[in-house]
């Protein structure tokens, strides 16, 4: 058992400050490329190669070229290569979590390092791995938006390197790999003690490294303070107006994080290489959770996952069966498509217990534990329904639609505030349907007694606050079967692709709305949510009526269900505005939805006024009176525009209308000046020129509402990752606002919650005093404690939330942190013993008619946690494993490929229990070694006289398939000299001649030649013995006798002998042959 450990969250007065002007600009930069676009290229590069890689497995065509210019929308359609309705919602809005949380880095944390500062090369590098080993953790525990949150920060650090230090200087044009290996050692780092820098001359900062540091490729980074100038002497510095150290000698910087830097000049070739560091990364995350987690990690999906809370009590049984009888439908109807869900999950809740959160992408163990779901218990009647939704919230993805089922009333209404602050936080749409609300005298079928159920107006109010501040519905239907089926239909509609909100109001008086009907949108529903006996007329952009008389009409198919009033419009409905009125005496709701490729996100950021002004998500409820920015992201067809994007409230009506900046691309940022108190949704209209019409108008609508506020809260954080067993203090800050302006004025107190999905132990404070002469703040700290039984990849989420005790008045700010045990093993698969063999040919003409194998060995050593798997990362053949035991007792698991030799090269990557990745790497060619053909060989005496005296000579050619370096052939034995040449072989091949040249002394040369894939050679050349004391012999000369001869079958037969003959015995055979 580990001992509880503690420590604290702080980073001082630099909250208050303006931002650290020291990396690749966050978000926007004119002429430059900034974290954003660095991030945005690698992940739609490196998502678009596991698609390829997907297709070329399946035996699918992918003909997308994968380069810079790459845009989201092409990646999309390249990888799903599907005819149906396409929307890239999904996968826009998880890179943006991604590039919005390396920018939180910037925000919120400030220390060296976090962005390679002050030669912190060590504490970069741990970031990173650590940074990289916890979202491992979090993709195998499917916990993908915690994963995105540690991802993105982990890129910041990894981008910031090569802006902050000077390997591009250096002449490096690959990026440094060891940052993502914390096996291998940070080599050839400059002392503390090592001068790195001189002065610039002037504004010119090209020549201020010092030559001995580029010529020992000595590795720096610069100096960086915003509030003091010291640095070690003779240190370069980061440099930029931010930097005090800059004005020390020695004067200037190094930064390349715009073309304006002191380095400017370098920024593009810096940038580019955080685009190859940053894929890389991602690929080592990819090969750790495989193509399909990588792709759900990325947000490559059609649909949002399919979230049910559901009360289990025991008058839900009616209900609970329908669930079954949908969820089994939309497995089996989904199955293997672009719309199959990407994640289940389901939330019990019952009285007095809620819970356990199940999220699984498994489908079939999804419906085993909705069938295993039994109705019991519940006599009090409220039940835990809050609690339930908690949960869900936070397991769920952002901008994920969850469904609600129950008949009670909440028995935790104290979590109001709570859900709607991670409603706001996440995004996230919630739907109640709620059963049996409408009749009075329903009898619980539960088996401690039979009580009455009536759901009061202020019970079904909460859930219809919530719903209304998700941009949910909240349908009421009575006790039947039959009606509450054909309610349900509404979640199979969500999990339709391309989803988009046209239009969303509530009334509480009769009012006439209207609406904009473009020609991408298809499937349109109306849905009125009130009372029903609430009348409507719907009319066309043509002036074609309908009402609500009419089941089947002109215009659209009307049903009623309970309360929900629905209208399917006809496929053949006319574009432009349309309108319908509602008269009702109570309040409803308005709700417009359907299927198109454009819609956009948003993400409120703030701006920072220092030197330089730059822009920062904004975290929490904004303030009233002050102005507002939004971050505008378009999707779909590339050939939008955006003309207005307004705030709405409909209780006013207020609307504030914004201006917007075109930024490049589909982005826009919006800025909304001085917005009142409210509700606010974000509505956006645009033009579309698409091939249909030459300008069509078109509207959408954010589902989650924006509430301001008058109060501010900042939690202070600086990590993400806590270990098990330990406690952490967040320290928070709360601030009366006025206008956006901190009020030193007012006095005021505020009661504080803090609550956590987990459950683990958190201490807050009861409530906190802001005092007019504290200059309008307050402080206070919020302890967690893990429990040392905590997981690493399990997520927690902290909210913690500060109300105004006179107005009411309530901000709040969500933390979320990953937990990790730090102590883990980081060290990777090792490949050993590889081998391969086969009878391929070097003409790949005959390939097909032979096939090679490679055998390895690998092994996560004695002390690591195991191989969990081996997969083929490039090859198309067949692979096969198996375990064997080590020397050390330690498994070695074989693995085994087999193909065509015309797939000529294989790389098995091979993934340990903690995520570390080695791969081993074999092809046909290293069947091929080079050749050894020998050309000549001098020889020796043998005489008596000296061996030093004399020298011989060898010389050699050296060829191979894969060729050879003439650096690749060496002496491995022999004392002599050895010169090597080019040559040009028959072929019109390259030949390496190598010429040895030793004393008589050595008479043996071993030479090593070594081709371009590794395979090797020995060349063994010997010196020749010259025969001595021997008498010359005359060349011998060739006598010929032919004889003729007659065959069986009556044919000459002529026989010819060649005789070789020495000169000295020709006399006497001239005698033999006279005779």
Known sequence: MSSKWSFLLSVGLVLSLTGRMQCFEPLFASGSLTHKDITIRAIVQKTAEVCRDIAAVNGQDFSLTIDDSLTIEQVLEACFS???????????????????????????????????????????????TRGVADVKDNVRRENFDIARFILGMTLHT??????????????????????????????????????????????????????????????????????????????????????????????????????????????NQAANLAITATMELLEDIRIAGGDKNFLRLMGLSQTSVLCFVIDTTGSMIDEIAEVRRLSAQIVESRRGTILEPPAYILVPFNDPTFGPLLRTSDADFFIDEINRLRASGGGDLPEFSLSGLQLALTGAPPLSEIFVFTDAAAKDAFLRNTV???????????????????????????????????????????????????????????????EFALATSVIEESLRSATVIVFQEESSKSQTFQFTIDNS????????????????????????????????????????????????????????????????????LVRITGQSPVNFIYNLVEPREGLTARFFPFVGRPFSGSNVTALITLTGRENE????????????????????????????????????????????????????????????????????????????????????????????TVCIMSRGVI???????????????????????????????SGGKANGTVSLTVPESAESGTDVTLT??????????????????????????????????????????????????????YVVEVTDGVNGTGIAGITIRQGNGTLNTSTVSGPGGENI????????????????????????????????????????????????????????????????????????????????????????????????????????????????????????????????????????????????IRLQVTTNSTGTGGHTVSTTLHVWIPVVILPLLRCVLEL
């Open 82 to 128: 599907s005819s149906s309705l396409l929307s890239s919602f999904q996968f826009n809005s998880a890179i943006a979590e991604i590039f919005l949380a390396n920018a939180f880095v910037d925000r919120r944390l400030f220390g060296n390092v976090h962005h390679f500062d002050d030669e912190a090369f060590q504490g970069g590098r741990d970031i990173i």
């Open 158 to 267: 990894l981008q910031a390197f090569y802006s902050h230090s000077n390997w591009v200087e250096l002449g490096n044009l690959a990026p440094y790999s060891v940052l993502i290996r914390p096996d291998q050692p940070l080599d050839n780092l400059a002392g503390i003690d090592v001068p790195t820098c001189r002065n610039c001359d002037g504004d010119n900062c090209d020549d201020n490294i010092l030559p001995n540091v580029l010529a020992n490729r000595l590795l720096t980074s610069g100096y960086f303070s915003l509030f003091s100038s010291a640095k070690p002497d003779g240190k370069c510095s980061h440099g930029g107006l931010d930097d005090r150290t800059s004005r020390t000698p020695p004067i200037g910087g190094i930064n390349k994080n715009t073309i304006g830097s002191e380095h400017g000049s370098l920024h």
């Open 420 to 482: 709607i602050a991670l409603i706001e936080e996440r995004k996230s749409v919630v739907t109640f349907i709620l059963t049996n609300i409408l009749l009075p005298g329903r009898r619980k079928r539960d088996v401690q007694n039979a009580t009455s159920r009536i759901l009061l107006p202020e019970a079904l109010q909460l859930y219809r606050d919530i719903a209304r501040a998700s941009g949910g519905e909240t349908i009421e239907v009575r006790n039947s079967p039959t």
């Open 521 to 588: 949108l298809q499937n349109v529903i109306i849905s009125i949510t009130g009372n029903p006996d609430l009348t409507f007329n719907l009319t066309s952009s043509t002036g074609v009526t309908q009402n609500s008389s009419e089941s089947s009409g002109p215009l659209a198919s009307f049903i009623l269900v309970g309360t929900l009033h629905r209208l399917r419009l006809n496929n053949d409905s006319e574009t432009g505005l349309w309108k319908i009125s509602v008269d009702s005496e109570d309040p409803f």
């Open 641 to 732: 525009t955006v003309s207005e994007v307004t705030l709405f409230d409909s209780a006013g009506p207020t609307e504030v209308i914004g201006t917007s900046e075109f930024l490049g691309g589909t982005d826009y940022l919006v800025t909304f000046n001085e917005i009142p108190d409210g509700d606010f949704v974000l509505r956006l209209r645009g033009t579309s020129n698409s091939s249909k019409s030459t300008a069509n108008m078109f509207q959408r609508q954010a589902a989650t509402q924006i509430s301001t506020s008058n109060v501010s809260v900042t939690a202070q954080v600086n990590i993400t990752i806590i270990e098990p067993g330990s406690t952490i203090f967040i320290p928070f």
């Open 743 to 773: 009020n030193e004025t007012t006095d005021a107190t505020f009661t504080v919650r803090a609550t956590n999905d987990r459950g683990f132990e958190s201490s807050p404070p009861m409530s906190i005093t802001v005092q007019a002469d």
């Open 800 to 853: 913690i939330e500060v109300q105004n005790e006179v107005s009411a008045d309530i901000n709040f700010a969500v933390v979320r942190f990953g937990v990790a045990n730090m102590s883990r093993d980081i060290t990777q698969p090792v490949c050993m013993n590889g081998r391969v063999t086969g009878n391929c040919s070097v003409d790949s003409s005959m390939c097909n008619s032979s096939q090679w194998s």
């Open 893 to 1036: 698991t074989v693995a085994s490929y087999q193909a065509s030799c015309c797939a000529d090269r294989v790389a098995l990557a091979a993934v340990d229990n903690t995520g570390n990745v080695g791969v081993c790497m074999a092809q046909v060619a290293d069947l091929f070694s080079p050749m050894c053909l020998e050309v000549s060989t001098s020889s020796c005496p043998t005489s008596s006289s000296p061996c030093s005296s004399s020298q011989w000579e060898y010389v050699v050619d050296v060829t191979g398939v894969n060729g050879v370096s003439r650096e690749n052939v060496t002496i491995l034995l022999g004392d002599g000299t050895l010169t090597t040449s080019t040559v040009v072989g028959p072929g019109g091949e390259n030949i390496i001649r190598a010429s040895y040249r030793a004393s008589c002394c050595a008479n043996r040369v071993e030479l090593s030649a070594v081709d371009n894939l590794g395979n090797d050679v020995i060349c063994v050349g010997r010196a020749r013995e010259a025969p001595t004391n021997v008498p010359t012999i005359p060349t011998p």
